[in-house]
Each structure stands twice: as structure tokens, then as C-alpha cells.
């Protein structure tokens, strides 16, 4: 009996708890659409009580216009302006693919509506037919369009799952043609709030569907391939780690991947969008937690990527080969992989535009696709170790098996130091060049379409311009500095390259950054040319130096300096804003938004008062400082050998004689002067 009322208590209990949580969670969701008067006024109730006029901001990013509340409790960076209009860049040219093999082209404004067709010369007379019979067609045959602002019943499904005030939403609703529904969503019922107000704001209401709930929750949820997203946008405050696993599967359904991008291309305009390669889902993931994947941290990163993050003058490019890595890691388990579109490092963040497909014979090359990286911590020499290999067999097939290592010794083969363990990390390209190429033409044809298209050209035209096979880079400043030269100017050390029979390319994640397929060998002997070109001061040096061994080998490669014509980039010749400078004073991550938070103004002024010079002692008054250097013994009087007398800063005076006395008893320890280890008082400045 006693255990039949237990049974019936827990049960009353658990039911009433159900109810709290169900009328809490109720009480936090929008309960209608907005007034738009009171959205132009900011009067009107949404789930909670409105802010005043006079504590919002008006934002006007694109083509959307944001209320945006002055107080930090809905998180907004205007910094990010580059990011979020490369985001609309790239969802219209994939946009443009997905639709173009349903037989619907979009209209972007400012586009011209005759679009380019590109065709293969050996297939020319079959697509002079095809777009002959297509011309012929009647009025009511015409491919169909669709529209910016428009809803597309065959278009895309979108995502944002941390949407804060739903102005990267609103843009792709006013700024990217052939969408279905964005689903702009959110966690913070004060965030959810606001963007029932921006979209009324910006009459997309038929678009953009504002919801309240948990990312990850929501994405799993959506895992029914009926249910799937077109496109998933994920811009968490940090790392986006615990929403991976979730957006992975939440993606549409790419089926097998068949062709490259460049074969399908071969193979005509209109036969590339009929193949099922591209028609996968598309996954965009920021990381803004740099300290993490720059090696401040190598266990936390390992911890929330599965990668061990090395400090490197390429860490920029290791941090996104690192994201790379952890979302093919993840997409394995459910029989899924990546592929690359775009890999950006910008500012103080990351930013990578994937392909997600289904197939379990492409899973298993994703071992060949990751490396270890073996780095010298004296003179910064990287290797890179393949996890598996693939091999033909008979039949046609491919065999998979593990890689053979380690590529190197336990000591550097230049200068003698050990060697540092990384990764593992994505070793493929981290770009589809051609995509590139589509977006780039898209925003150079249309530069009035974004504020920042000056910057995305010449991004993306030194992405272009990187060699998509060479994973990793070194930097100018490295290499001289560990021989303690000085650098040689950066056409003289690609003319060197390349005068040596090497490729050689700039990367976007670093302006002194050298990409070249050489072995480091080659690079060092450059170095010791160059060396002996500018000599250094060798009796200086030190004889378990870097510098040192590395200089005390002649160079077996005569380097020639010579600065020849194609050692300049295209983009360095046409002056392009490749590398541009901070765009506004103290720019960077902004504080975490917080309920009822202080304005980000305030709160970032505090935060530097608090932490100004935080690592240095503040200022004694010199008479405090006396007194206190005062009360500790000075250890040479007590040897006899002190001969400053009263001019010693510290204390002569003979230990009292009640401690004499102690000190002299048997039973009591022997004590000294000095503090005991961890006593909690600090000993005085010079106390030997």
C-alpha cells in the first residue's frame, strides 16, 4: 500500500510539473502578429513589454532595416557586414544551380536578364539544336522565373538557427531570388520579439517565419528527408560545435555524388544542371572562437572539434582545415560527407560554405582526406601524414587501407629541434575554384548589389589565385626571422620559386604568406642564398640555434632573385582591396547579449576599464613601499655580511627575545626569516 500512494504522489508530481513548464514555455512565444503602427512607433507589445523609441536603434544593412534595441540584449555586430552579404552571394549562385535543374531561372536585380550559356566545343551542334527548339518555344513553354520577395513553391528551404534580430533572415528574404520559406529562428524570447517586428517592419512576413527554440532541438526534428532544409545558416556567439552534429543531418538529401564540378561543366551549361551532384543540401558555419582553433588552446579545441590546434603562422588556414575536418567527421557517422565550396578567414572568424552528401562508398575516402601535421618548433618546418590511403585493384575498384608514417625523423632535419603533433585536419582543396569563379563574376558584374563588393572581389580573386592542392603556408617573416636576416620583398622570393621550377600563390588568410609546392628543402636553401646575399653576424649566433645549423649548411639550389613578370598576382597588379584594414575603431567580437543587458557601448567601456593594464603592478607611493620593505628581515645582516647599515631598505633589527627564546627550545621547530612555502604572505621585493 505504501508504495501504491508513492506511485500516485510522483505521478500528481510529475503532472503538475509538465504544466508549469508547458505554461512557462507559452507564456515566452509570440502571441500574434504585430501591430504595424505600433512597429513603426515601438510601442507595440510582442510577448513582452516594448522598449522605448528612445532605446532603439534603427540598422539599415542591404536592403533591410532593423530595430535594433541599444541595450545588449539581442546580439548584432556591424562588423560582420562582409560576412552576411557573402552569405547572400553565395545562396543566390546555389540558388541559381538548384533551380536551373528544375527549369526555373532567377532574377536578381540589378542582373541582366540575358544570361550567359556556356557550351563545349565537341558537343556544339546538339546544344545549337537545344537552344533552337527551346527558342521555338511557345509563350506558356518559357522557363519559369522567380523573383526576389517572391514566394517560390519549388525553392529553397532556409535556416538560420541563431538568428538574435533576424536581419540576416529579412536580407536573404529581400536580396535572394527562388526561396520557399526562411525559417529565422532563436532561442531568447527577446530576440523572437524583435524579429516579429522586423519582419512586420519589413513586410516579408510571407517569407520569413519567426520561431522559439532550441538550434539543435529544431534541427533534429527535421531529419524526415521530406523535412529537410535547402540551406542551414549557423552563426553562434563562439563556436558552433554543439550544433554540428544536428545540422548535419537536418540538410536536404544530395544522393550520390557523380560528377566534379569542372566535368560537369565540360559537358554543357544545361546538361550541369540536370546533374544530381549538385543537388545536395548547403551548410554555412561560422566560427568566431579564433583562440580555440589558432592553438591557444590545443585541448580545448580537441575537445569541441576533435583536432588538436598547433600555434603556426598558418593558423589561420589550419583553423579552417580544422571545421573542415570536424564536419566530415560528423556528416561519417550518418553515412554522409562534405565537399567544399568556400572557405573564408576574415576579421577575427572563420566562414565555410559546404555540400553535404549521401553515399557510403565516398565515407570511406574520408581517412585519405585527413592529415596529422608534424611541426619543427624551431624553425616552424611542417609535414603532413595522411590518416589512410587509396590504391587501385583489380576491377576497377579502390582499396582503402591505412597510411604508412611517420614522413619524417623525431628531429628536424634542418635545424635539430623536435617536432610538434597537430590535427588531424581536412588535406583536400578547401575551395571549389569554379564556384568561386561564378560567385566572383556574379558580384564584379553587380557591384552596386553589396556594400562590401570591392572586398568580396579581391577575397575571392586571391582565393582564385591560391594553389588548391597545397595545404598550409609560410610566411615571409617567418622564414627570415629564424634566420635572423633580413626579408627579402615578396617578388623576389616568388621569382626565386618559380625561377626554381616551383608553383607558388598568395593566400587570403595572410598577406605575407608564401603557398608553394616546394619542399622545404628548396625553401631553405632559397633562404641560405639569400643569406649570403644580406649576411648576418654568424659569431652572434648561437651554436644550438635554428639560425645556426640551418646557415652552416651550404646550399646545394643556386637561387636566383631575379623578379620575373608573372612573380606579381593579378590581383596585386589591379590594386584590389585583397587584405583590408581594420574597418572601424575597437572592431572586433562584441559582448555576449545578455537579458536587460547595458547598452554595448557602456559595457564595452567598462570591460577595457576593467581590464586595463591588468597585467601590470599598480603605482606605490614610495613611503608605502619603505614601511612595507621594512618589515622584512634583510637575510645579509643576519650573516654579518650586510654593509648598508641604516641605508639598507630592510629591516636590522634583532629578533625579539621571546623568539630567541622559542627558537632556542628544544621542542620548538627551527623557524626562519623567510616565509614558509605557500604561508599566503608575500615575500618583499629583493629578499634573496
Known sequence: MPRARIGLWLSLTLRSTRSLCRAGFMEGQPQGPPNPAGVENGTEPCGEER????????????????????????????VQEFNRDLTCAVITEFARIQ?????????VPGEKDVQKVVVDLSEQEEEKAELKKGANLAPGDQ???????????EGLRVLEGLAASGLRSIRFAREVPGLQ?????????????LMCRNVQLNAVAHLVHPRQADARMLMYQHQRASERFDVIDLDPYGSPAPFLDAAVQAV??????????????????????????????????TCTDMAVLAGNSGETCYSKYGAMALKSRACHEMALRIVLHSLDLRANCYQRFVVPLLSVSADFYVRVFVRVFTGQAKVKASASKQALVFQCVGCGTFHLQRLGKTSGASGGRVKFSAACGPPISPECEHCGQRHQLGGPLWAEPIHDLDFVGRVLQAVSTNPGRFHTSERIQGVLSVITEELPDVPLYYTLDQLSSTIRCSTPSL???????????????????CKNAVKTDAPSSALWDIMRCWEKECPVKRERLSEASPAFR????????????AVRDDANPSSRQRGLK??????EANWGPRPRARPGGKAAGEAMEERRRVHQNKRKEPAEDPVQRAARLKTFPCKRFKEGTCQRGDQCCYSHSPPAPEDTAAAASPDHPKTSYQNPPGSGVAAGPGVD
Open 491 to 509: 617578388l623576389q622570393l616568388r621569382s626565386a620559386l618559380l625561377h626554381a621550377g616551383f608553383r607558388v600563390s598568395l593566400s587570403h588568410a
Open 51 to 78: 522598449a522605448s523609441e528612445a532605446q532603439e536603434t534603427t540598422v539599415t544593412e542591404g536592403a533591410a532595416k532593423i530595430a535594433f534595441p541599444s541595450a545588449n540584449e539581442v546580439f548584432y555586430n556591424p
Open 550 to 561: 640551418i646557415l652552416s649548411v651550404e646550399p646545394r639550389l643556386q637561387a636566383n632573385f
Open 578 to 583: 585583397r587584405f583590408q584594414a581594420n574597418p
Open 143 to 153: 522557363p519559369r522565373t522567380a523573383a526576389v520577395g517572391e514566394i517560390c513553391e
Open 252 to 285: 536536404s538529401e544530395g544522393g550520390e555524388a557523380t560528377l566534379t564540378w569542372a566535368q560537369s561543366r565540360a559537358r554543357g551549361f544545361w546538361r550541369i544542371l540536370t546533374a544530381q551532384a549538385f543537388l545536395a543540401g548547403l551548410l554555412c558555419v
Open 181 to 193: 520559406s526562411v525559417v529565422a529562428n532563436d532561442a531568447s524570447a527577446r530576440a523572437v520579439d
Open 99 to 107: 533551380l536551373g535543374a528544375k527549369g526555373i531561372q532567377i532574377k
